[in-house]
Structure formats: structure tokens, C-alpha cells
């Protein structure tokens, strides 16, 4: 069982950039990726996802923000989040589904802890 670890969280001003990254503990090659987030008293949202293949969607509210990558040869997934906004508080977690296709990405059975994003304005 593919098990990951989220880091890259902190504190920083709107306007501001972070870069997430969950290791995943084994080849996740076949693997959708994701990035999910909840903010306090919210429900958990998808941020952004990439599939085996290497493509990706976002949700509507990050998109030209945030993107999302993953290196196959070291198994790390990547969120790079930019022109950070206070709306953008929440906890980051990353997740993964074995699939080869999209269609088989949700649900997501494999989460890792999240680690804390909080922009001030």
C-alpha cells in the first residue's frame, strides 16, 4: 500500500507562492494524484488532479494559480500555488487512486496527513 506525506505548507501574504510536496512511499506510476483542501467548517474540496498519463484538471477557483505535477523517477507529487489569496486557507491533502484512467480516480482510497496553508491579507 502506496502510503504519502504532505509537507510544504506555511504561512504567507496574499499574493504570495508555496510549493506542496507529498512523497509517495512507492512507484505511483499508475497511478490519478491529487490535491484536496479544507478550509475550517467547509466542506473537503478537489483542488487539482493528474493521471497516470500526465494530465490534469483543475478546480475553477485555482486554475491559472496553481499547478500540479508529479515526478515519476522520485514519486513525488507537486502543487505550486501562486497569487495566493485569504480565500485559499485551508488544509492541503494529497491523495491517490491506482487507475490508468480518469474515470477511475474518484473515489481516492490513498490519503496522506495535510499539512497547513494560511494567507493573510
Known amino acids: 500500500q502506496v502510503q504519502l506525506v504532505a509537507s510544504g505548507g506555511g504561512s504567507v501574504q496574499a499574493g504570495g507562492s508555496l510549493k506542496l510536496t507529498c512523497v509517495a512511499s512507492?512507484?505511483?506510476?499508475?497511478?490519478?494524484m491529487a490535491w484536496f483542501r479544507q478550509a475550517p467548517e467547509k466542506k473537503r474540496e478537489g483542488v487539482a488532479v493528474?493521471?497516470?498519463?500526465?494530465?490534469?484538471l483543475y478546480a475553477d477557483s485555482v486554475k491559472g494559480r496553481f499547478t500540479i505535477s508529479k515526478d515519476n523517477a522520485t514519486n513525488i507529487l507537486y502543487l505550486q500555488l501562486n497569487s495566493l489569496k485569504p480565500e485559499d486557507t485551508a488544509m492541503y491533502y494529497c491523495?491517490?487512486?491506482?487507475?490508468?484512467?480518469?474515470?477511475?480516480?474518484?473515489?481516492?482510497?490513498?490519503w496522506g496527513k495535510g499539512t497547513p496553508v494560511t494567507i493573510s491579507s
Open positions: 491523495a491517490a487512486e491506482r487507475s490508468l484512467t480518469y474515470a477511475g480516480c474518484s473515489p481516492m482510497s490513498i
Open positions: 512507492a512507484d505511483t506510476g499508475a497511478y490519478c
Open positions: 493528474i493521471d497516470s498519463a500526465g494530465n490534469t
